[in-house]
């Protein structure tokens, strides 16, 4: 009969690592002579109807949940998804000026759009397809949500700032992109002259501040 405290050793042993342990590894902590097998024998057929089982894989034991509970062992976490700047500016654009194609954005931005800046923003439930342009090539259209509306408290979106609040944030002095955003505002006046006045991290955090997207921030390197 294997000595009590041998059996106590090797399963505080398997419990206490972060991996799966060898037989060697095992019986260098017994005393010579004590049989290693009868001791894993017995800890196998004690927890055999337990929430945890001891098992052998590629020749290694380690304690295991056991598998019928693993169903009722699942943990959802929400998990934080940071936009980067590219992706803030494709979103301000869709909602104001929708329904837009890609080379619509691209054009307002003045840069090319990566596929995966408009893969983010359909994830996260804010865009969706709109149907498509019946012109040459019949490019999608992408619209706004109402997750979109929901996400950034705004009941219509007739509720997103208008020209003068732009104005006041700043939005409308500082990038040519988003001078066009006057369009869905009602200014269909002239161009407005853009100035260099504000450096882009401020003119971003105050768009940020605008559209309240608090958990979200522009990723550091992150590419177009």
Do not use: C
């Not at 009590?4 to 398997?14: G, P, Y």
């Not at 206490?16 to 037989?23: C, G, K, N, V």
């Not at 890609?102 to 840069?111: P, S, T």
């Not at 971003?204 to 979200?216: I, M």
């Amino acid at each position: 009969m294997a000595d009590f405290q041998h059996v106590r050793l090797i399963e505080a042993l398997l419990f206490a690592s972060s991996e799966a342990l060898d037989e060697r590894s095992l019986s260098a902590r017994l005393p010579d002579g004590t049989d290693l097998a009868e001791i894993l024998g017995l800890l196998s057929e004690t927890y055999a109807e337990r929430g945890a089982q001891l098992v052998q894989r590629d020749g290694r034991w380690a304690f295991r949940t056991a598998p019928d509970l693993a169903p009722s062992l699942v943990i959802e976490a929400q998990v934080e998804r940071k936009l980067s700047r590219a992706a803030i500016e494709t979103l301000a654009i869709i909602a104001y000026h929708q329904p837009v194609t890609r080379a619509e954005i691209e054009e307002v931005r003045g840069v090319a759009l990566s596929k995966g800046t408009l893969d983010v923003l359909f994830e996260a439930g804010w865009i969706r397809p709109r149907g498509r342009r019946q012109t040459p090539g019949r490019p999608m259209l992408w619209a706004t949500t109402p997750g979109f509306l929901d996400h950034f408290g705004l009941v219509a979106l007739d509720d997103l700032p208008g020209v003068e609040e732009l104005k006041a944030a700043g939005l409308l002095d500082a990038r040519p992109a988003l001078a066009s955003y006057a369009n869905r505002a009602g200014d269909q006046g002239d161009p407005i002259d853009i100035g260099e006045d504000l450096d882009e991290d401020e003119l971003e955090r105050r768009a940020l501040e605008l559209l309240q997207p608090e958990q979200y921030e522009e990723e550091e390197g992150g590419n177009e």
